[in-house]
């Protein structure tokens, strides 16, 4: 085995992170094509959105369950850690961002702080007990502390609103050192679009510089084989910890711009919405953090337009799902990196 | 390289051909305007989820009213807007900034659930357009969510009709009243009301009151409790599927035959799923029944029979008035949100429930409550008026009043839980 | 005192549904290596061929003996076509396909019955109560379902171990690839046992329907609770899955009884501390 004394020390974690990564590229579970590219990617889709979806909430909508997505898929695709349990993360994000505004005070920064923040300690606090168990043992965990928190909301209803939800949460204003605007996602939804798509590319960002970063590469090693990355030398307890609280974190600056847009916090089942993310990410495709982007714009586009013509309208979602998963495991992502560009080429080496 | 130009010329088609959208769209549709501009009602209810009946009853009711008025409001002809919201606020939230920002509706009204009605009413207040609130709650008249310009509550509050039901309860079922509640908000309300009212009836106290978890079909677990609390009358104030699974379980300890118990909520659709076997002799209150001698009502029912072939569940009554409300004061030229307001408060009808006043503090609809007797299988005819339909008999009717309602002072303050 | 002996005896009968659930879930999980996330609900399914086949011959009892067979058709069904080509996939895919695959059933029933539910009609030879001495009569109905399950639980531990089918499926859960070295046409087995698994679960919805009735949302809620019991008892321990369902049944029952807002919570919280203390279940396999 490796001899872990002296300058080769320090070399030995690099590389074999470095070879883990290789490895996974090998056998196709590989980190996205054009990381960086994949900013600009979303930056035409934010656009796309802008221009084409006809409801303005919906297309805040897409940027905002996108970014959740992603944040979960830190969490699913490159940590190897399927959580049951996204939704809760979103939600209290949304309550804490809420009852900062209804009680503390309209500024947008301090409601975003506070939600962002505090669904990060609670995702340290949680994720330290469900990280003890790995696989199937940490879904379940996460299931369990989602339906813990929706019984939670639910009870404490002098505080969430309980069943009803939470109502009356006054317009925000986001102060700027230039100017305030006033961010009313029904009376002024472009302001707040482009204010979301802003705080949503620079999030973006810093998941792909975590992603690129030693610590996101050893994310990657231990999804591959925990075993082999302890083995390294590294805290993968840590590291997975740190990518829980991330991923919480985001879903908290999700769930207060959600929450901002509709001035009301809705009660809904845990573990439904969780799945509805988790969807949103396999969907889209789990190799990369743009894919998520397009599995919420995809989930939200079948929602909203076969609702109108159906009553089934899930029938269908499950039945793209199932589908996807059986054949398309690297979803639309997958699809139109790898699967096509291997089509293509196949068809034009065959003339 | 050439990909990214690709993306880009074709962006910069879509823009072209729709136009800015998010950047097009948004803001309130503000009044209406010209005098034969179509007028746009949204109507958002659980057409989908848990309760369809209940739902597809409201847009029935809607679609009759619309069609016995000649599908005009003066000059104007109505176009109506039927939504799904699945039963789920956030739906009923996405479907209602849908109506406003691109159907740019100028009145909002239905719903099935009371938390859905707060999310429509949230985003009915944003953005200027009046909303006729349909279902039953406490919270709707009330701050937060009582938006003076633009709220109405044509449903009663549960207090209305618990505040009607209890001295019948108390004269007639059982002087000490067991109440079994669901955990959520219209549970909370219904023990405010029901703590309040029953003591006030003399020599009639609540025995007990226990609460059971959301969406439990298992209620074996309370059977001991209630009847170790010696109640002589139970009440039940759960709704739909959560009764049908309680009934029976009680049906089979025999509860419901030592206990009278009585109904908070009841529709023609959940009885019809009971059957007779587990109603009979059970008590229940509604603000509408298909089986009442007034002819407002009778209007609404025989239409309604003709047209869908049943009669009307207690659902529909309310989108039926909700649209012949609208449509009267628009045809009077009262198509801003302002003149609608002035138009409606203190407003008496005759509509789909009989004689029905909006009040002026809280635009509240103050219409007849109704006690019902549920009947054996042979006694639906003869007391019930229809072999299939009849139920159920009306044993008392309590008229509609600020007797029954929550004082204009009460409802200044938001609503507080008990205990 | 009476009051709490009840609740006991009410827990049981709660519990007991739930360990039929728990018991398909180990067997699928054993063996197949995943959750099956449609489990609650394939529940649901047999819980509406119950409502259909009583409405057509006015009884229950036919239920009790064709929708098991019925289920275990359908379990075998899906088990070769969706489900086959997810071995040797990560474990998550199949979490994943069976999640899918709930959606595409309770939509599929919603809209064959529609959502409005149905009455199952409880068999009119158990609709006396039985004075047990304790203090409340109970409903014959509910015992028969305890001696049901009960029934049920000893045929598949007789048919683990007596039975050489049920050596070759212990063998199986323990090492699946010696299994397959030593000749065994393994992917039979899997069928078999997704089928069995199915039709337990089917059958927990034959006796849930004359208590609760039937809607296409009943699977859900009991489908998670199905899990914290199997995540307490020990993942692929039988009698885990029965001691863990009888305990979470009467704790829900008790808690009802004391504290009946807290009722609901119980068990995550249960989940959770075992978790923490005693990783691997209360009867699990290190």
Known sequence: MTDLSGTEAKDAPVAAAASAVTLARATGSAPARWTWGQLGLLVVLAAFVLFTVPNPSLAIGMLIFGLWAAGLNLLVGYGGLVS??????????????????????TSAWVALFVATVSMAVLSALIGAICLRRTEVYFSMLTLAFAQLGFFIALQWNSVTGGDDGLAGVPVSTLELGFTTLELNGLRDPLTFFIVTAVIVLLTFTALILFTESPMGRVLQAIRESEERARGCGYNTRLVQLVTFVIAGAVAGLAGGLFAMLNNFVGLQPYWLLSGVVLIMVILGGRSSLFGPFLGAVLYLLLESTLSRYTDSWQFFVGAIF???????????????????????????RAR | MRAKAGLLAGVTLLVAACGGTVAGGGGGGEGGGGSTEPLKVGVITGLTGAYVQLGEEQRNGAELAVQLLGGKAGDRPIELIVRDDQLKPDVALREAQALVQEEQVDFLTGCVSAATTLAVNQVASQA??????????????????????????????????????APFICENMGQQVFLLLPDYAFGYEQEAAYTTAIPEQSGCSVAGTAYFPLGTTDFNPFIPTIEGSGATALVYGGVGRDQVSFLRQADQFGLTDRIPTFLTLEDLSFDQELGSELIDGTFAMAAFWWNVDDPGVQEYVEAYREEYGTPPGGYGVYLYNALNLIASAVEEG??????????????????????????????????????LEGLAADETESRGGDAEFGLREVVETVPGSEETAPTCDEVKEEFQRVG | MDQLLSQLVLGIVSGALLVLLALGLNLIFGLLEFINFAHGALYMVGAYLTSYLAAATGTVWLALLVVPVAMALIGAVLERTVIRPMYGRDQVDALLLTFGLTYILIEGVRYVAGSAGRRVPAPELLAFQVDLGLGRPVPAYLLFVVVAVALVVGGLWLFLQKTNVGLIVRAGIRDHVMIRALGVRFDRYRTLVFAIGIAVAGFAGVLTGPITGVFPEMGADILILAFVVVVVGGMGSFWGAVVAGLLIGVLVSVTTLYASVYAGIVPFVLMILVMTFRPRGLLGAT
């Not at chain 2, 633009?150 to 449903?155: K, Q």
């Not at chain 2, 008496?348 to 004689?355: A, K, W």
């Open chain 2, 128 to 165: 200027g357009v009046p909303y006729l609130g349909t279902c039953q709650t406490e919270q709707l008249n009330r701050p937060p969510n009582f938006d003076e310009a633009i709220t109405y509550h044509l449903a009663p509050t549960p207090s209305q009709g618990i505040n009607s039901a």
């Open chain 1, 322 to 348: 199932v589908v996807c998963v059986l054949l398309f495991p690297q979803g639309l992502w997958g699809l139109l990196t790898t699967t096509l560009p291997r089509l293509l080429r196949r068809t034009r």
């Open chain 2, 334 to 371: 009262n198509d801003t949100p302002e003149d609608f307001r002035s138009w409606m408060e203190g407003r008496e009808v005759t509509l789909g429930q009989g004689d029905m006043t909006i009040r002026e503090c809280d635009h509240q609809a103050l219409a007849p409550i109704y006690i």
């Open chain 1, 84 to 105: 049951f349990g996204h939704y809760l993360p979103f939600a209290w994000g949304g309550y804490a961002a809420g009852l900062v505004l209804k009680h503390v005070t």
